[in-house]
């Protein structure tokens, strides 16, 4: 009697302890996955916090070598371009952006790199500088780049490229296509900065578009048709190419402009289609340059323009 009433107790104790181990190694299991997961977001929080570190130092460097730029300080200008392509190489910054965005940014550099390296303007590597500028706050602040702000801004040279085309005033057409020339040339200063953040494709149809309205422009122009109705859609066409590119609605411009814009041989490789575009700049910077040509020949001299003539006078 006596030693089953002390096996009760111990049984008791027994039983307790059981519980006891057993909760205790419940709560171990469950305090484990909260501290995995804690651990796993503070990684991914110091991995964030690292490319924000190293795309602020970009951006810095950026900002500095515009301003340089601006002021004409060449030997402050090289100093910091080393800086920037070490910046702009490291893994956690190259994470972010395109592979497009950062061909084109990479040649930006290097184009800085070989203006710097020779004699002549500032203004030379300003544009250059401008671009690698907005490129790099397009990384920071991918949802309010300063690039976007370019949306009105090409809203307001296309309606100055409209308004002087309907004006049929004397040289309205040469003023048309300077109005394009300022459109152009703001296009290329946020290039980069919208191949980082959208589909090389918008980019293209917008050039393709601003081409060919240059193009249909000088058309008509020579065929002396003034009250010609491409030209208004050519200028809607452009519109719409430019909200495609800024809003990143897909498919491309390329699909619903004029069928002459369209490249042949079906859609080109991202490589492609970034070749296509530093070729369109470079021929809408030509074209643009033979318009003002022209129209500066003909204020000061109150004739045609003959680029044969220009030719013997120079000689």
């Known amino acids: 009697m006596n030693m089953?009433?002390?096996?009760?107790?111990?049984?008791f104790f027994i039983m307790l302890a059981v519980i006891v181990v057993l909760s205790i190694t419940a709560g171990c299991s469950y305090d484990s996955n909260p501290a995995a997961v804690f651990h796993d977001e503070q990684s991914a929080a110091l991995h964030m916090d690292k490319s924000y570190v190293a795309l602020?130092?970009?951006?810095?460097?950026?900002?500095?070598?515009?301003?340089?730029?601006?002021?004409?300080?060449?030997?402050?200008?090289?100093?910091?371009?080393?800086?920037?392509?070490?910046?702009?190489?490291?893994?956690?910054?190259?994470?972010?952006?395109?592979?497009?965005?950062?061909?084109?940014?990479d040649k930006s550099l290097k184009e800085v790199k070989q203006v710097l390296s020779q004699t002549g303007s500032s203004r030379d590597w300003y544009m250059q500088a401008a671009r690698i500028k907005l490129a790099s706050d397009a990384l920071i602040r991918p949802e309010a780049g300063l690039w976007l702000q370019y949306e009105d801004i090409l809203g307001d040279d296309e309606s100055r490229m409209r308004q002087a085309w309907q004006s049929q005033r004397k040289g309205y057409s040469e003023e048309t296509l300077i109005s394009l020339r300022i459109y152009n040339e703001h296009l290329q200063r946020f290039e980069v900065a919208a191949l980082m953040q959208r589909d090389a494709s918008l980019l293209l149809g917008l050039r393709n578009q601003l081409v060919y309205t240059e193009q249909l422009i000088r058309h008509v122009e020579k065929e002396g048709k003034t009250n010609a109705t491409s030209i208004p859609q050519a200028f809607q066409n452009l519109i719409l190419a430019q909200s495609h590119l800024f809003q990143?609605?897909?498919?491309?411009?390329?699909?619903?402009?004029?069928?002459?814009?369209?490249?042949?041989?079906?859609?080109?490789?991202?490589?492609?289609?970034?070749?296509?575009?530093?070729?369109?700049?470079?021929?809408m910077s030509m074209l643009a340059l033979v318009g003002w040509r022209r129209f500066a020949y003909e204020r000061r001299h109150g004739s045609p323009y003959s680029p044969a003539n220009g030719n013997k006078k120079r000689r």
């Open 56 to 105: 602020t130092e970009l951006n810095r460097l950026s900002e500095e070598l515009y301003s340089a730029s601006n002021k004409g300080n060449r030997q402050l200008a090289y100093t910091i371009l080393g800086h920037l392509e070490k910046a702009s190489a490291l893994p956690s910054v190259r994470q972010q952006g395109t592979p497009q965005g950062w061909i084109a940014f």
């Open 4 to 11: 089953s009433m002390s096996n009760k107790p111990s049984a």
């Open 248 to 283: 990143g609605d897909h498919p491309s411009i390329a699909a619903q402009s004029d069928p002459r814009v369209m490249m042949p041989g079906g859609n080109p490789s991202s490589s492609e289609q970034l070749a296509i575009l530093y070729i369109s700049a470079i021929v």
